[in-house]
């Protein structure tokens, strides 16, 4: 079409330069077939679109071809190189993971290779995950540069360069891979020595505790043993399991040693609902011992601060209040109008070594028993003299018919503790 509408511009302007004609007049184009075109109107050749090429034209299309592939192929090691060196981080993140295991166990913070669990069995399996995402990566990357170089038609040096690169980049991930193995299998030994270690010290506590556990429940007898209050605090205490009934009369007799000052503390108290001071025996500060009763007082002429084991007894009936004090089987103090008529609450709290401000509880520190206590028997009556006098002298064992002194009856809280006591004769030869 372009042929033959270039034939008939050529024709018209040749006319008019024939012809000359006069201003104003005008042309007219009209198309020609090919024939005519041919016959009387010669075109120069033009190259057909789609023919052959010369060899020129071929070598510079070859040598495009070949630039771009170039270029395509550094494009693609650049992709290969970032994401070899995302694994090489990742790998030196693991040995930096090594590294911090063979330092020791005892940092913080977050692991290496991500956020690790804790836990050595969770992070043996999460070293494995991530060593086989390494391997597939590795394989996925092998198999794309091969197909790229395959495809590519690279010069010989340039493929051979690539290879020896890539061979080199091989080489070293898969001695990080080694080297990552070893870790790995380093790592789940010392997890399993670590657990061997674990487990044995959990054994030996526990065999330790089931010691013990025996030393304290395994007396020669029942009443064998002896309550430890070290300290003067107000959470160390032991604490009698029975209550007591409603009383109208009592005798209450213990073993004690104690070297604190000033005072020795309270031995015992007995609180109940309303009344706190129901029963108590004090040494507080410089003060003498006393005796309360629904919290009246009568001071009680004993000594017992020298860090000797001493027999103490103390008697009281409701009938005008009459008390006695015994120290080691003797009578050293009596009195009356002890909270004269006043029955003995049932249903209280029995504490040994502190003095309570509310049933079973509200300690102050400095009132609190330091030194060890025995043999703690109440009975509901007044015993007579020569009982008492036979128990302080190891010639009676007498339990308490109310509260008996026996292991399973007293619980011990906050550093308090059971152990085996002296014989009674080897605390007569410490008086």
Not at 100 to 124: C, I, N, Q, W
Request: aromatic fraction near 6%.
């Amino acid at each position: 079409m372009l042929a033959l509408l270039a034939a008939g511009v050529a024709l018209a302007v040749a006319a008019g330069a024939q012809d000359s004609p006069a201003p104003g007049s005008r042309f007219v184009c009209t198309a020609l077939p090919p024939e005519a075109v041919r016959a009387g109107c010669p075109l120069p050749a033009m190259p057909m679109q789609g023919g052959a090429l010369s060899p020129e034209e071929e070598l510079r299309a070859a040598v495009l071809q070949l630039r771009e592939t170039v270029v395509q192929q550094k494009e693609t090691l650049g992709a290969q190189r970032e994401a070899i060196r995302e694994l090489t981080g990742k790998l030196a993140r693991c040995e930096g993971l090594a590294s911090g295991k063979a330092r020791g166990s005892g940092t913080t913070g977050k692991d290496t290779m991500g956020d690790l669990p804790r836990d050595p069995g969770h992070v043996v399996e999460q070293l494995s995950r991530s060593l086989q995402t390494l391997k597939d990566r590795l394989e996925s990357l092998e198999h794309q540069l091969r197909a790229n170089v395959s495809n590519a038609g690279l010069p010989g040096d340039f493929r051979e360069v690539l290879q020896r690169r890539l061979g080199e980049l091989e080489r070293q991930l898969l001695r990080k891979v080694a080297e990552l193995e070893d870790e790995k299998s380093l790592l789940h030994n010392e997890t399993s020595a670590h657990r061997q270690k674990t487990e044995s010290t959990l054994n030996a506590l526990l065999q330790r505790v089931t010691e013990l556990e025996r030393g304290n429940s395994a007396f020669k007898s029942p009443d064998a043993f002896k309550v430890s209050l070290p300290l003067r605090t107000n959470y160390i205490y032991g604490k009698i399991k029975k209550t007591l009934p409603e009383l109208y009369a009592f005798t209450i007799c213990l073993w004690l040693r104690s070297s604190a000052s000033p005072g020795i503390g309270t031995p015992f108290s007995y609180a109940v609902p309303g009344q706190a001071n129901e029963i108590v025996l004090i040494e507080w500060g410089n003060n003498p011992i006393e005796l309360l009763i629904n919290d009246k007082v009568a001071q009680l002429p004993l000594f017992v601060s020298d860090g000797k084991w001493h027999h103490i007894c103390v008697t009281w009936t409701t009938r005008d209040g009459m008390w006695e004090a015994f120290q080691d089987g003797e009578k050293l103090g009596t009195g009356e109008n002890l909270a004269p008529w006043h029955p003995i609450k049932p249903g209280g709290v029995l504490i040994l070594g502190q003095e309570q401000d509310t049933v079973g509880g509200r300690f102050d520190a400095t009132q609190a028993f330091v030194g060890e206590l025995s043999q703690f028997n109440i009975w509901d009556r007044v015993l007579r003299a020569q009982e008492i006098v036979n128990i302080a002298n190891c010639s009676t064992n007498m339990p308490g018919n109310i509260i008996p002194w026996v292991d399973n009856n007293v619980d011990v809280f906050g550093g308090a503790s059971k152990w085996p006591v002296e014989t009674c004769e080897e605390r007569l030869l410490d008086l």
